[in-house]
């Protein structure tokens, strides 16, 4: 049931630097500027693929005033993204030519945000399709990234994690899972931290896992219900319906459906060009425009 990850967000402290990062550096598109709909006067925006496809999403909170990051006992790690073969020297220059400190490891590139948000680049066996390829950029093609390739859970109570991962419908052997076809990897590692991880810059708030369609996301209720687990809420989000629930140890998890996506008020062509609202809160556009006073 479970296709894989849908989608990572994190907080970052301002946009336009955020949007230089990930719009004019790594060259990912802008598909949705909205507003967090759990608190209206946050801004969220969605960054992805041309078409901004599930699998491809890193969504941000702007928090002008957040403070710095403190992991502790549990908490998302770093975020791996694939890219091609033989883009990895590619990248290197690039990042070495907008003085985005970056290193070679054993597996990929590591380099992070200007939040401090980590991630690797890790070359596949692919390349991005020609549709979904962003055009903004002098990135060609061949070099861009292509999706989010795995995810990190950092806990203390790792066996028990994993076992939660299973129960949902997560395969797999040695704390890597994931789902056939997927494309997509989760890694739990053990964290030796003891104190609670304090949300900051940089610190990701969920990782969100793709269903098909929004009965499968029914259908996923109607099973953590059935396993006892804890259900932090169940919404219908407009572009997608949404799940949250919590690990074991405290990390907040969604599963949300790949329909109708961010096409539901913009055309492919005109994603993030406007100011986005889903449809039940359009009578609220007024008051929501007039407290961010143009600066949207």
């Not at 907008?98 to 054993?106: G, K, L, N, P, S």
């Amino acid at each position: 049931m479970i296709q894989g990850i849908h989608h990572v967000s994190a907080f970052i402290k301002d946009f336009k630097t955020s949007h230089h990062f990930y719009h004019d550096i790594l060259g990912y598109r802008l598909v949705k500027n909205t507003v967090n709909q759990e608190n209206l006067h946050m801004r969220h925006l969605f960054y992805g693929d041309y078409e901004g496809t599930p699998g491809t999403i890193l969504t941000y909170f702007e928090i002008p005033r957040i403070g710095h990051t403190y992991n502790g006992a549990a908490y998302f790690g770093r975020i791996t993204l694939a890219v091609p073969k033989s883009s990895l020297s590619f990248w290197k220059e690039r990042f070495d030519r907008f003085e985005v400190a970056a290193e070679f490891d054993q597996d990929g590139l590591l380099f992070a945000d200007p939040d401090g948000m980590e991630f690797r680049l890790l070359e596949v066996d692919e390349v991005i399709d020609p549709g979904k390829a962003t055009r903004h950029s002098e990135i060609p093609a061949p070099k861009q990234i292509i999706q989010i390739l795995m995810a990190n859970f950092c806990v203390n109570t790792p066996l028990e994690t994993e076992k939660w991962l299973r129960e949902l419908g997560f395969q797999g052997k040695d704390g890597l899972l994931g789902n056939d076809g997927a494309g997509s990897y989760t890694q739990v590692y053990p964290s030796f931290l003891t104190k609670k991880t304090r949300f900051g810059r940089g610190t990701i708030d969920h990782i969100a896992y793709s269903l098909k369609t929004k009965e499968d996301v029914d259908l996923l209720f109607e099973l953590a219900q059935k396993l006892g687990l804890e259900i932090e809420e169940f919404v219908d989000r407009g572009y997608f319906k949404s799940l949250y629930l919590r690990d074991p140890a405290g990390l907040r998890v969604e599963f949300a459906s790949m329909e109708p996506g961010f096409t539901l008020d913009e055309q492919i062509e005109d994603l993030g060009e406007t100011f986005s609202l889903p449809p039940f809160l359009e009578n609220k556009r007024a008051e929501i425009e007039a407290y961010f006073g143009g600066n949207l």
